[in-house]
């Protein structure tokens, strides 16, 4: 008898993207989170059928929701029309995007099996309990008083019986993980290849995947998330606007190995496309914060942006012209020369994805790090 072989992978306890590691960027301040949801909550009459939710949404609105939903509606139909049509849309594919939701989601859905609205206080419910849910019309949010209620229409109420099947939820978890590497090596490589992906994934995890089973994963992944888009065999960041940005990127990366990275790595980059807790991040976060943007933008955004330029190789011109953007401005030449040498120190510490991921210096030596 042939005897069966194990394939070589790290051995790690636990997969990189546990629902702890996961949940651990979903944490926001509460008065910002509570913001998030007085902004999207309708403050009309809770209704119970689909048609009825949306009727409360605005023309714009629904076509922007019909558009997600994979609809192409004229905007020269009226809006009684644009409603059965959203409506019929939504029926037909909550059975087809519920299990690319975010897993958080699918356990605040869980409560509203059996009945159509749950009352909650405000203090007691996330934005990102509901994030896609709200998003895509599966459930609506009212204000009245000082109390949310969340509806699940009654034509989608008999459909929530696939959350009592253990194989959905293994299902689900295995696509929030899958998603979760999307969003880790875009942040790291900008653009990467589905071979890339199916190497580090089957690096790390139990689960054999081929190029082919993750692209077509991928593909079902693409139509409910915002940090990543696939096109063919390419995996590319949000940061791209356009295939034309992407085969600009393309036609600029050095013809090295990609970097491979650790199970850390994987970790950092999810939360972030940049190491926040370098020496050299850590440094420019506290020199900046000693100053106050007129615009009223936070200066974490700047840092975001000076990142991606440390990332993109910009040149110093451009991350000035920036600064100018944000109405910085700097008084003193030991301002600037202060800030240059930051940014050389962040440049020097970003890995690049021009460099597939290497830091400069390691690529420089032809080596991974």
């Known amino acids: 008898m042939e005897e069966k072989k194990t394939r ?3 051995l790690y306890p636990t997969t990189v993207f546990t ?35 949306l009727n409360h949404f605005t023309k714009k609105d629904l076509l922007e929701l019909g558009e997600d939903l ?5 905007s020269s139909q009226k809006k009684g029309e644009v409603v059965q049509a959203v409506a019929q849309q939504i029926e037909g594919e909550f059975s087809k995007l519920l299990p690319y939701f975010p897993v958080k989601n699918l ?30 019309g599966f459930i609506f949010l009212y204000k009245g008083g000082s109390a949310f209620t969340l509806v699940t229409p009654t034509e989608l109420i008999d459909k929530l019986e696939i959350l009592s099947d253990l194989n959905f939820w293994k299902g689900a978890e295995l696509n929030q993980r899958i998603d979760a590497y999307a969003i880790a090596l875009t942040n790291l490589y900008g653009v990467l290849d589905i071979d890339q992906f199916a190497i580090v994934w089957n690096r790390f995890e139990s689960e ?15 139509r409910v998330q915002y940090y990543w888009w696939i096109l063919d065999e390419l995996v590319i960041s949000s940061y791209f606007k356009s295939i034309d940005e992407v085969e600009l990127f393309l036609d600029n990366v050095k013809q090295v190995a990609y970097y491979a990275p650790s199970r850390e790595d994987l970790i950092t980059y999810f939360k972030t496309p940049y190491d926040d807790q370098s020496p050299a991040a850590s440094a420019m976060i506290e020199f900046l914060s000693g100053y106050r943007l007129p615009a009223g933008e936070q200066i974490e955004e ?4 000076i990142s991606d330029a440390c990332i993109m190789g910009e040149r110093m011109q451009d991350v000035f012209n920036l600064l100018n953007e944000y109405g910085l401005l700097f008084n003193e030449m030991e301002e600037i020369d202060r800030f240059t040498e930051l940014f050389a120190q962040m440049n020097q510490s970003c890995r690049k994805w021009e460099l597939r991921g290497h830091l400069p210096e390691t690529a420089k030596k032809g080596k991974t790090s």
């Open 70 to 74: 994979g609809l192409q509606i004229p």
């Open 302 to 305: 700047l840092m975001g942006e």
């Open 208 to 222: 054999t995947l081929t190029p082919a089973m993750i692209q077509d994963e991928l593909h079902a992944l693409g």
């Open 19 to 53: 629902k702890e590691v996961i949940e651990s960027v979903l944490v926001i301040d509460p008065s910002l989170d509570l913001d998030l949801l007085n902004n999207i909550a309708l403050k009309k009459r809770p209704e119970r059928s689909l048609e009825g939710n």
């Open 107 to 136: 356990e605040f859905l869980a409560r509203f099996r059996g009945k159509g609205s749950v009352k909650i206080n405000p203090n007691k419910l996330s934005f990102h309990d509901i994030s896609h849910l709200q998003n895509f």
């Open 8 to 10: 070589r992978r790290e």
